[in-house]
């Protein structure tokens, strides 16, 4: 092999490394056991012993601590809500009976899975693109070989997502005394809306075994930006 042979070789390796390595990562910077520690909830709200809190996750820097992406950017709101069981009797909160608006207009709520599809893998695919067009000229030589390993990774990178978003999200739960749940509920943001700056939220936790409900209403506040 000739120097300049050897030469474009070891350029094509390294540019494959750039790309393989740059291109699929999800590294958010807080835990899901993170947010079972005390928290500063945006609003909250007691009934008779049943204590509902929210706390936004719209904001670039929580968003992005949370989820390592701004979800706003592809329309997704993340809600964090925890009830707290201080009564008696043992209530249901269910994830269906939280809903949220902006200026009377519902928003439609996402399954875990579908706000990771439409948010984060989208984010991720773009950091691919970005990554090989950082990589210049030589990666679209290197493309043929590497796409089909990075389809798979990046494959990998999304199952991966899926599961998180899974996780973190809002699980229903029948609480006894003393008992508590949290979790993220998603909504997908009308189009054209970005971070609105305030969101109407609305929560219902039931009592087991009768009718009687606790509805909770809450403005929730969501930072602005300031470019």
Known sequence: MTSNNRFVSIRLILTASLIMSGCASFEPGLRLQDLQKPRQPTARSVQD????????????????????????????AALLVRVENNAAEKYSALRD?????????????????????????????????????????????????????????????????????????FQDALLSPKQNTLGFVYFKLPDGVKRPESLSVEAEVIEDGTDEKFDYKFNVAVPQVVR
């Open 97 to 169: 009976n939280v809903k949220a608006s902006i200026n009377g207009q519902t928003l439609a709520s996402l399954a875990p899975k579908a706000a990771a599809d439409q948010a984060a893998t989208s984010e991720y695919v773009g950091k691919a693109l970005g990554w090989t067009i950082a990589a210049g000229p030589l990666a679209i030589l290197l493309w043929p070989v590497t796409i089909g390993a990075s389809a798979v990774h990046t494959h990998g990178v999304n199952r991966k997502i899926e599961a998180y978003f899974e996780a973190a999200s």
């Open 49 to 76: 012993g049943i204590e509902v809190s929210v706390e936004e996750f719209l904001s670039p820097a929580k968003s992005e601590m949370m989820f390592d992406a701004d979800l706003t950017d592809y329309g997704v």
